[in-house]
């Protein structure tokens, strides 16, 4: 049984870009959560998607945005960077509504 | 007012020690509860989930008061590889059943 497994692991940015990042979730779960952990801070919840549709959603701008693929994959999509967006972003995957298992994350770095 | 409120620490405590740590969480609709463990630049893990009646692993027992919307989590016999973050979780059963993050206290336990 694999985990959640989140590419790429680091990443540096310019102010204004676009970035994608991808995770895919444990298999047999059908519900990806993504997260934003500043540093020194608790993750932050983004959004959640279960079978394809998006269920929840933080208090996060339009600006995120995300996806999940028939095999329950999923992206975050951050445009119009800011140096704020720097962070460490978690997905965590479920067998809805059961207990989420984290990717190792992706760290953003905005310059 | 944050949603789940902790003690950031740090906690410097020798070896063996006992310790214990609270939170408290504003959302009287709060349903589930738990203690994740992130150690540095790592993801967060699943240490235990907390019930009302208690409940003790090892070294470890978490304690949910509903009444005081107060979670604790006593860590007796301290040892070095305890050296982590603690974070207090509540969800909520509600569509998305997201989690909500305290910002974590940091134990550091020295020789």
């Known amino acids: 049984e694999t985990g959640v497994t989140q590419s790429p692991t680091h990443l540096i940015k310019t102010r204004g870009q676009q970035v994608t990042l991808r995770c895919s979730s444990q298999?047999?779960?059908?519900?990806v959560s993504w997260y934003q952990q500043a540093l020194g801070q608790g993750p932050q919840f983004i959004f959640q998607?279960?079978?394809?549709?998006?269920?929840g959603r933080g208090n996060f701008p339009p600006r995120f945005s995300g996806l999940q693929f028939p095999n329950y994959s999923s992206e975050l999509n951050v445009n119009a960077l800011e140096l704020d967006d720097s962070a460490l972003y978690l997905c965590a995957s479920s067998l809805y509504p059961g207990g989420y298992t984290f990717g190792s994350g992706t760290r953003l770095t905005v310059v | 007012r944050k949603e789940v409120e902790q003690d950031p620490g740090p906690f410097n405590v020798p070896e063996g020690a006992t310790v214990a740590f609270n939170c408290t969480y504003s959302?009287?609709?709060?349903?589930?509860f738990f203690w994740y463990r992130q150690d540095c630049r790592k993801e967060p893990k699943l240490l235990m989930s907390?019930?009302?009646s208690g409940n003790e692993d090892g070294r470890f027992t978490a304690q949910l008061n509903r009444a005081s919307q107060y979670i604790s989590l006593l860590i007796r016999d301290s040892k070095l590889s305890d050296s982590a973050t603690y974070l207090c979780v509540v969800q909520e059963n509600n569509a998305g059943n997201m989690l909500t993050f305290g910002g974590g206290t940091r134990l550091m336990v020295k020789p």
């Open positions: 298999s047999g779960h059908n519900t």
């Open positions: 998607y279960y079978r394809e549709e998006e269920n």
């Open positions: 959302n009287s609709a709060s349903q589930s």
């Open positions: 907390v019930y009302s």
